[in-house]
């Protein structure tokens, strides 16, 4: 079947949703997708499984001892791996070796992070989401997408995860790996940020339900990411194999990736605006009305400008914008909620493989490949049922699983049980996390939708510093179960804001300025065309 001609009317240029319902969806937004989608944000997804497979924790047994002139078979004393004691005196182990059944090597192997430096396992993971705290930091406090373009950021984002990727073996000593981890965090929170924007923001409201497809996508990169872990075993050999693919992402968006028109459009940027397109009304075979032709040329000589609401420029976009304005302030704290609930469930739940006693190869494919069906129906239901239904539903879901988890005595059912519902609350705060993307770049405006994202990500990733600190209070209490008791009670209320306060959004126009979002909200909008590609 051929789509009827379409054409992009001088009238149509009043109204950037216009223009991409007329553009439809074809070529342009086939070439953003691969770039951003697959080079920015599937090549990039395993990045943050380096806590799992970089420092798996092997077993070990010493090798020697610091006081080895004691007579007799040391094993047998009283102690452990660490510590034996001899007289009273306590004898400290001077190396060991490693188990590598499971896997070859390791950064515990590396630097011996056992006994006494232990800890430092765990606090990788807090100094991995202080980066990512920092990016939405910088996103957010700064507003530099909203003010310097989507493919800079882009580029620096995946740049700065790329070069730590490739620079990890690299690291004489432990404090500097843990520095490149935390710039590995800055660029992958970055990275993930702007390439969601981009991909919303070349999508007119009717098909705007694909913007998912960036969550689902880094799913399975993710479960793509555990399966080269279980071919190559060693953590150089993974993490450079890891950078590498990156490397070559970069340079396919360096080379290929177009600003965002929608960014152009809303920040009065009218020369490229109009060179932009022309160029994506070719690629998708939509004409443009000879009155709109000369309004584009006068755009590209600078004799017209796209009339941009005072105050409302790129340059001026901050959180402040945000935070005076109450409707903005209120969706704000109440997104961040369920960002914060999202965040310290998914990866509590994902990071915390091993604890299931499970072959973590084996959980992170089986998990991933069994999340990316659900996301696909949450892809399927959200423009038939809406987006509040759909979001209350995956959250419901989180919270039924978490309180079965929790409370369910597993002693009188098969021990695969509870690694189902294990399996299924992670699945269900999947597409959570998926769903909070999507909608959350739907209710700001274009000038300050990077900015909006970026607080609630930032809240977010905050949230996930801490995260670890519930593990160690259930510790305190010896109750395995506490952690997942507060992970379910954060969903349930997640659950009441999300169907009490937060507004439909289905088949509504994106706002551009801070200003036009009441009228924008209010207004349906006709379904967009597709193209064959």
């Known amino acids: 079947m051929v789509a009827k001609e379409r054409t992009i009317e001088l009238e149509d240029l009043q109204s950037f949703d216009n223009v991409l319902n007329k553009l439809g969806v074809g070529k342009f937004q086939a070439k953003i997708f691969f770039l951003v989608t697959i080079c920015g944000n599937f090549f990039n997804a395993p990045t943050y499984l380096f806590g799992q497979f970089g420092f798996y924790e092997m077993e070990y047994t010493c090798e020697s001892w610091k006081t080895p002139d004691i007579l007799g078979n040391i094993s047998s004393l009283p102690g452990n791996e660490c510590y034996k004691t001899v007289g009273g005196e306590m004898i400290e182990c001077d190396s060991w070796n490693y188990d590598s059944s499971v896997r070859s090597s390791s950064v515990v192997e590396k630097f011996d992070l056992v006994c006494d430096r232990k800890s430092l396992v765990k606090n990788d993971k807090s100094v991995y989401f202080a980066g990512f705290f920092t990016a939405a930091f910088l996103l957010t406090a700064f507003s530099i997408c909203d003010k310097f373009g989507r493919k800079k950021l882009l580029v620096v984002f995946l740049a700065l995860s790329t ?27 970055g990275t993930d940020t702007v390439t969601f924007c981009m991909l919303a923001e070349c999508l007119a409201p009717g098909v705007r339900q694909y913007t998912l497809a960036h969550n689902m996508l880094y799913i399975v990169g993710v479960a793509a990411g555990g399966v080269l872990a279980y071919l190559v075993r060693g ?21 290929f990736a177009d600003e965002s028109l929608r960014w152009y459009y809303a920040t009065g940027r009218s020369e490229q605006f109009a060179k932009l397109l022309l160029k ?16 584009l040329g006068d755009y590209r000589t600078g004799r017209a400008q796209i009339p941009v609401p005072s105050g409302m420029e790129a340059k001026s976009a901050s959180l402040l914008d945000l935070l005076r304005r109450p409707k903005y302030l209120r969706r ?21 493989a091993t604890m299931l006693g499970v072959d973590v190869h084996a959980y992170i494919i089986i998990a991933n490949l069994i999340t990316f069906p659900a996301r696909l129906l949450v892809f399927i239901v959200l423009p038939i049922i809406g987006r509040k239904p759909a979001y209350f539903i995956v959250l419901l879901g989180s919270a039924v699983c978490l309180y079965l988890v929790t409370f369910l005595n597993f002693d009188n059912y098969p021990p695969i049980l509870k690694f189902m519902l294990a399996v299924a609350a992670s699945c269900f705060v999947s597409c959570s996390f998926m769903t909070s993307w999507f909608y959350t770049g739907e209710v700001f405006p274009t000038t300050h939708r990077s900015t909006g994202i970026s607080f609630c990500s930032c809240i977010g990733r905050l949230a996930t510093i801490f995260g670890p600190q519930i593990a160690r209070i259930s510790d305190a ?24 306060f937060l507004p439909e959004t289905r088949g509504k126009k994106m706002p551009d300025h801070i200003n036009d979002s009441d009228l924008n909200m209010n207004t349906q909008i006709e379904q967009v065309e597709t193209d064959d590609c």
């Open 235 to 255: 953590w150089v050999g993974w993490t450079v194999g890891l950078g590498a693919v990156n490397l070559a992402g970069l340079v396919l968006l360096v080379a």
């Open 477 to 500: 209490l010896e109750w395995n179960e506490f952690t997942t008791l507060v992970y379910a009670v954060l969903t349930t209320i997640s659950c009441a804001i999300v169907l009490i």
């Open 332 to 352: 704000l704290l109440l997104l961040s909620v369920i960002w914060a609930t999202c965040a310290i469930s998914f990866y509590g739940l994902f990071l915390g």
């Open 280 to 295: 994506a009304a070719e690629s998708n075979n939509t004409h443009v009305s000879p009155e709109a032709m000369r309004l």
């Open 163 to 189: 070069a730590a990727q490739l620079l990890f073996p690299l690291a004489p000593t432990f404090v500097l790996l843990e520095v490149l981890r935390f710039v590995e965090g800055v660029g992958s929170l």
